[in-house]
């Protein structure tokens, strides 16, 4: 974590979000949209890398992390959105790249496209912008039922760390720490996870929205990736005006966490050519 770093409390649109903040203030923002299953934990290393060249912003999502748990039956999406920006606003962010892995990549579409001129660029790191198949939808209900009713244990446990991480990763004996510290935090999540679970397999889809954002894009794709496979990151490179595809071997659904060492200097020379160029 970076020394300069503050955690707190804020109450944005009715709920409490926990953020953590370099505040850097007269650095460029990267503002980083953690997935589903991790927290803006996941953004550590990076927040160590990027120290003394960004101001690294990581709020835990509503009903995710260390923010208030939500009292629903699903958190939508169009919600988490309307969170950030007004997060944004809040702090007094006017401009900022978005970090964004899986399910922070469905806000930063969403996002980009309802506050364009906030946004500089995005790092899209294994998501997508279609919304689930039809013939997935019952099997992951069941698991988000599941999940609702027992929390993360046994089987349960498992799938989602098959789901996060790549079976290279998860069998790597040089990355058993990194799997093992994941997976006890992900054992510790509570049931009421369940309505942002929710949230994210009923999302619907972003993929009408991506010729509109006109921010360059880098999409980290990793060939293991199961949630959002690869022709889904294809198809989001298809879409989007000024993308960049960088596919890495080996790796799963998680590359930032998974190939930290290949990803985090890729990522930070992406964000440096973007303010080099304007």
């Known amino acids: 974590m970076s020394t300069t770093e503050i955690e707190r409390d804020l109450r944005i649109n009715g709920t409490v979000l926990h953020v953590r903040d370099t505040g850097e203030d007269a650095l460029p923002v990267v503002l980083a949209l953690h997935s589903l299953f991790l927290d803006g934990r996941a953004f550590e290393r990076f927040a160590e890398a990027a120290a003394g060249r960004y101001r690294v912003v990581r709020p835990d999502f509503r009903g995710q992390g260390r923010s208030a748990p939500v009292d629903s039956d699903v958190i939508h999406l169009d919600t988490v959105t309307a969170d950030v920006i007004a997060l944004a606003e809040s702090l007094g962010l006017t401009r900022a790249h978005l970090l964004a892995q899986s399910m922070g990549g469905d806000v930063a579409f969403r996002l980009a496209t309802a506050r364009p001129g906030l946004v500089k660029s995005i790092v899209a790191l294994g998501t997508s912008a279609r919304a689930e198949p039809a013939e997935r939808l019952a099997g992951l209900r069941e698991w988000v039922d599941s999940v609702g009713r027992h929390g993360f244990t046994g089987d349960l446990l498992e799938r989602t760390m098959e789901i ?18 994941w997976r006890s935090r992900i054992s510790e ?29 880098l999409v980290v794709s990793g060939d293991e990736d199961r949630p959002r496979p690869v022709d889904w990151q294809d198809e989001m490179v298809e879409h989007l005006p000024h993308a960049t595809l960088w596919r890495l071997e080996g790796v799963g659904h998680s590359p930032l966490l998974e190939a930290a060492d290949k990803v985090l200097p890729r990522v930070l020379a992406f964000l440096d050519q973007v303010e080099e160029t304007g």
């Open 164 to 181: 996060m991480f790549g079976e290279r990763t998860r069998t790597d004996p040089a990355k058993r720490e990194l799997v093992e510290l």
């Open 189 to 217: 999540l509570p049931r009421t996870l369940r309505p942002a679970m929710a949230g994210v397999i009923e999302r619907g889809t972003a993929v009408h929205l991506l010729p509109q954002i006109n921010a360059p894009v």
